[in-house]
T-cell receptor, first 111, second 114 residues
Framework: SQQGEEDPQALSIQEGENATMNCSYK?????LQWYRQNSGRGLVHLIL?????REKHSGRLRVTLDTSKKSSSLLITASRAADTASYFC???????????FGTGTQLKVEL | GAVVSQHPSWVICKSGTSVKIECRSL??????MFWYRQFPKQSLMLMAT?????????EQGVEKDKFLINHASLTLSTLTVTSAHPEDSSFYIC??????????FGPGTRLTVL
């Protein structure tokens, strides 16, 4: 397993704006997953993008993957106050199902 | 979607006592369950990987005699913090693996050791 590094560490935006978070990793992956964690809660799986995919959408979420740069981005469009949470990426290298998390991006969406 | 529960949600105990945390997959069978620990404002740190019917695999630096893991069935794994001390106070989260990709996370258990 390997750890993804999220960037920025923290982000504060106004409701209605878009939020972009980035993730970098070091070695080849099978897929990359994004999770959300509300304060004091467990993780919620948001989206999984496979290594042969370049872009994926789910509702207001858009994820891109650039395997040549070993990076991914998560875009939340038309953000809402309820989107306030920490967001983690988890590169998955296959075998053993182990996921390793970085420190995440703390997103705050203000009214 | 797949649901994972944890019990209890929070627990406060005295130093030196043992605490058991349960992790259940409610509507699916999980061959693998994972236990994580998260300190305030920090990331989740994988403690151990638990496979049904076999011994858990612990990550480097995690004491297996202190954090006892039992995975007796495909829907239940337990983590017992033995002789807990204040430094063990943390947020413990389990997840259940389905297939080779996705994991479903429980809501977490907040442990406070006085």
């Amino acid at each position: 397993s390997q750890q993804g590094e999220e960037d920025p560490q923290a982000l504060s935006i106004q409701e209605g704006e878009n939020a972009t978070m980035n993730c970098s990793y070091k070695t080849s992956i099978n897929n990359l997953q994004w999770y959300r964690q509300n304060s004091g809660r467990g993780l919620v799986h948001l989206i999984l993008i496979r290594s042969n995919e370049r872009e994926k959408h789910s509702g207001r979420l858009r994820v891109t993957l650039d395997t040549s740069k070993k990076s991914s981005s998560l875009l939340i469009t038309a953000s809402r106050a309820a989107d306030t949470a920490s967001y983690f990426c988890a590169p998955f290298t296959g075998g053993g199902n182990k996921l390793t998390f970085g420190t995440g991006t703390q997103l705050k969406v203000e009214l | 979607g797949a649901v994972v529960s944890q019990h209890p949600s929070w627990v406060i105990c005295k130093s030196g006592t043992s605490v058991k945390i349960e992790c259940r997959s409610l509507d699916f069978q999980a061959t693998t369950m994972f236990w994580y620990r998260q300190f305030p404002k920090q990331s989740l740190m994988l403690m151990a990987t638990s496979n049904e019917g076999s011994k858990a695999t612990y990550e480097q630096g995690v004491e297996k005699d202190k954090f006892l893991i039992n995975h007796a069935s495909l829907t239940l794994s337990t983590l017992t913090v033995t002789s807990a001390h204040p430094e063990d106070s943390s947020f413990y989260i389990c997840s259940a693996g389905v297939g080779s990709n996705e994991q479903f996370f429980g809501p977490g258990t907040r442990l406070t050791v006085l």
